[in-house]
């Protein structure tokens, strides 16, 4: 339903996510902290590039949020 790639990541990251109706995104970091966030409507298929140059090394959540449905994938962001 969703996909990170790469992953690990350097600076950006890809984030596929194939539903319908509106999606609803969030990153969190590894103490819980919101760091990114968005709101589409998908019809079948979504991919959104998303700059991480600015965050620091370390595990994000990617939390994808559906009406009725939450999916959370990890994300491990290596600076080089």
Not at 26 to 50: A, H, K, M, P, R
Request: net charge negative; charged share 20%; hydrophobic share 40%.
């Amino acid at each position: 339903v969703i996909g990170i790639y790469p992953n690990p990541a350097h600076d950006n990251f890809v984030l596929n996510i194939a539903l319908n109706g509106k999606v609803s995104v969030e990153i969190y970091n590894i103490v819980g902290v919101s760091v990114y966030s968005l709101e589409t409507n998908v019809d079948g298929t979504f991919q959104e590039t998303v700059d991480m140059s600015e965050m620091d090394s370390g595990v994000y959540f990617v939390t994808v949020r559906t009406e009725g449905e939450t999916y959370i994938e990890k994300l491990s962001l290596l600076k080089k």
